[in-house]
């Protein structure tokens, strides 16, 4: 593959992007739906966030992002969620940052052969990549958004402390378990230094529509029903305008948590 290497640039941040539903045998249902987003996410991320390793032996696979599907029930989403999470931001800072990106052993996938390099997002938008000083991470959590309107994207930053939950378990347990961890809001100990910048939450729903009635065994039923042929296409169409909200979180400048 031909490419312009010095004319690469790359982003600003690193995304976690999580998906959190239940597992079989609910895995298509409307509770499920940030699982349905994310696979209809994937296929597309490659061309959009094309920048690889070129040193193979130390780092494989896409550097500026991750994806990962939570296996647990939705209202147990947390400490899984949150230990991946701690494990992906050691490696992000010590591999992709300190032996990838800083060094510039980056180059672009297969995914975007023939693309005009000086026009495209990542030269546009991106930073010298031995300009990076500290990880930023942001951890993207892909979920189910009751009473929104099918396959409409709310997105919303931070905590509890920002917006409202609105009540949605795997929300509930993943800022708990965040909090315990001191990882948002940051907690530091005493004359501790952190390697890397605070850590950035950005909660993406996707809209299930809602049940007739608001009765707890109504709900219950609502969320835990698959979702029909119309309604997983509505999710997967709402793929690319996440694709974009993405794009901005990844080249964001601004480091609010």
């Known amino acids: 593959m031909a490419t312009h290497l010095s004319l ?35 296929p597309l991320l490659p061309a959009r966030f094309p920048l ?20 647990s029930y939705m209202n147990e989403s947390g400490p899984k969620l949150v230990r991946q999470l ?3 931001i050691s490696t992000a800072q010590s591999e992709i940052l300190g032996k990838v990106v800083k060094q510039g052993h980056v180059e672009l996938s297969r995914a975007v ?3 005009d390099t000086e026009k495209a997002e990542w030269q546009r938008r991106g930073t010298d990549p031995q300009s990076l ?13 009751l009473e929104a309107p099918l396959g409409k994207v709310r997105v919303k930053r931070g905590g509890p402390e920002k917006a409202s939950l609105r009540g949605h378990r795997g929300l509930i347990s993943i800022m708990e378990s965040l909090r315990g961890k001191g990882l948002h809001p940051p907690r530091a100990s005493p004359g501790e230094t952190r390697p890397h910048g605070d850590l950035s939450v950005l909660r993406i729903g996707v809209g299930i529509g809602r049940p007739s009635t608001r009765n707890r065994g109504d709900v219950a039923d609502y969320v835990l029903t698959e979702m029909n042929v119309t ?5 997967h169409a709402a ?18 948590p």
């Open 231 to 235: 309604e997983l296409a509505a999710v």
């Open 133 to 145: 000083r500290y990880l930023d991470p942001t951890l993207v959590i892909l979920h189910d958004e």
């Open 52 to 71: 690889v390793s070129s040193i193979h032996q130390s780092f494989a696979g896409p550097i500026f992002y991750r994806t990962w599907y939570s296996s």
């Open 8 to 42: 690469l640039k790359t982003p600003r941040r690193f995304l976690f992007i999580a998906s959190i539903g239940n597992p079989r045998p609910y895995r298509q249902t409307r509770h499920s739906a940030g699982h349905v987003l994310l696979d209809a996410l994937i």
């Open 239 to 256: 793929a690319g305008s996440v694709l974009d909200i993405l794009a901005d979180e990844l080249y964001r400048e601004e480091n609010e």
């Open 113 to 115: 052969e023939n693309v």
């Open 86 to 88: 701690k494990n992906w």
